[in-house]
């Protein structure tokens, strides 16, 4: 049944139990951690890794771009076989626990084992993003059209306060030491990494219990089994998405807005500490501002949309996007890093919020393979941050300045916000839609 109130709170408390990663592993203690622990004997930033020569804050780039990158290639294939068996459910848990043991695992890392940590930090982007795919098809299975907006914002919201519930502990940790036995600085971020992973499987165990596999659809069996029979799956979806114009003029511009919008969440902090010089602290409290922002502007762009439609709530907040790289490219100062740190919480979560639930009014109505519709949504995403990522490494990489790579998600956002303009407002087309039928 849809819009149970408590499938829909449990639904919702994935991003309450997964969020911690991207708050504390991707944005915040891990990146000001990696920055300070993975350099040389000299303490330079330049490193071994692989026999390779390369910068840390290009390496944290091309980890992010190669762990994506395997993810958009894995994810459509689970996501077909998820389909055919009905067992989605169980795909979310093995990618669940992959992501949160890798996590944990990380409480290992120290300089001697950048490596091995580089790793676990590549299979826990692998783990969260692979289970989120299954984690977003259950939006147009749990809620009704109208809802989806409003459910979707909730889950984002909910992600912020778990998130910012765990960061606070973690953040004590590092501010007062003296609290829990005089440990280092090190040592607290490294319990941190710990507690994600635990955090994660914990409350994950909830949706886990309520969230059911949906009814598998009875179709005709053969002796290839259920890998041959989810690539026929992946094939007929992908057949049906191409004769869906608006569905693909949508993924086109959230590929080329999403390209700019992951980069900024995943190089933000690599960027106040390299390029401005920033002290760990300040950035760790920045990126709490954002995720308490963040928990506002999802509900902010909800209302949006719901009095505009999603297309036009997007691109407000695409055009925000647009200031935010121009302030960027301009910042030398902390309290301008922290002004700009407020304009990205506001339109983060709105923007990943509207994206998923405008991405579901897309999918026809009744459609049994949503999993299978939700993994063209996540190699789209998946592809846009390792072109973005790459992108900004590359560009850092070879002009020696962060800056420069700012200029170019600039670009990037000015073009998705082309894209958008091209789609008709939902409210407007569906306006259309019924007087055709009328006539």
């Known amino acids: 049944m849809k819009n149970s109130p408590r499938i829909i709170n449990a639904w919702c408390l ?18 000001v951690y990696f920055s300070a622990t993975a350099v040389n004997e000299s303490g330079g930033p330049v490193i071994e890794f692989l026999g390779v020569s390369v910068k840390n804050s290009v390496l944290f780039s091309y ?7 395997l993810i958009a290639l894995l994810s459509p294939f689970c996501t077909a076989i998820a389909d055919y068996s009905g067992l989605k459910k169980s795909f979310m848990k093995f990618f669940c626990y992959l992501g949160a043991i890798n996590c944990s695992l990380l409480y290992f890392f120290t300089r001697e ?28 299975e749990i809620a009704s059209e109208d809802q989806f907006d409003r459910v979707s914002a909730r889950g984002f919201s909910m992600g912020y306060v778990g998130s910012v519930i765990l960061m606070v502990f973690n953040l004590s940790m590092i501010l007062f030491p003296q609290w829990y036995g005089g440990i280092s600085g090190g040592m607290a971020s490294r319990i941190s990494f710990l507690t994600v992973g635990v955090w994660w499987i914990g409350f994950a165990q909830i949706p886990f219990r309520r969230l059911t596999d949906p009814v598998r659809v009875e179709r005709e069996e053969n002796s290839s ?19 869906q114009g608006l569905l693909k003029r949508f993924l086109l511009a959230f590929f080329v807005y999403n390209m700019g919008v992951q980069t900024v969440m995943y190089i933000a902090t690599i960027f106040g500490s390299d390029e401005l010089k920033l002290p760990g602290q300040s950035l760790i409290i920045t990126i709490l501002l954002i995720q308490l922002v963040g928990i506002a502007g999802a509900t902010l762009f909800a209302r949006l949309s719901g009095r505009f ?10 055009t925000i996007w647009v200031g935010i790289c121009i302030g960027a ?23 990943q919020a509207l ?15 949503t999993a299978s519709y939700f993994s063209f949504y996540d190699v789209t995403e998946k592809l846009s941050i390792v072109i973005g990522t790459a992108m900004y490494g590359l560009i850092e ?22 894209l958008l303009w091209r789609i008709p407002s939902q409210k407007v087309y569906r306006v259309r839609l019924e007087a055709e039928e009328i006539s």
């Open 113 to 140: 084992t950048t490596t091995f940590a580089v790793i676990c930090f590549i299979l826990s982007l692998i783990g969260w993003s692979g289970s989120i795919v299954f984690y977003n098809s259950y939006l147009p």
């Open 225 to 243: 089994g259920w890998i041959f029979n989810g690539f026929r799956e992946l094939k007929k979806v992908f057949g049906q998405v191409r004769q």
């Open 14 to 31: 994935y991003d309450w139990a997964n969020s911690v990663h991207s708050l504390v592993i991707v944005s915040s203690i891990f990146p």
């Open 397 to 418: 990489q070879v002009t020696g300045s962060m800056r420069n790579s700012v200029l170019a998600l600039l670009v990037v956002f000015a073009i998705g916000l082309l």
């Open 309 to 318: 439609g999603n297309i036009y709530a997007l691109m407000v907040a695409v």
């Open 63 to 69: 980890s992010v771009s190669a762990s994506f990158l």
């Open 355 to 369: 994206s998923r639930a405008t991405y579901s009014k897309f999918i026809p109505e009744g459609t049994h393979d």
């Open 329 to 351: 490219y301009f910042v030398t100062t902390e309290y301008q890093f922290y002004g700009l740190a407020v304009l990205v919480g506001l339109v983060m979560g709105g923007v």
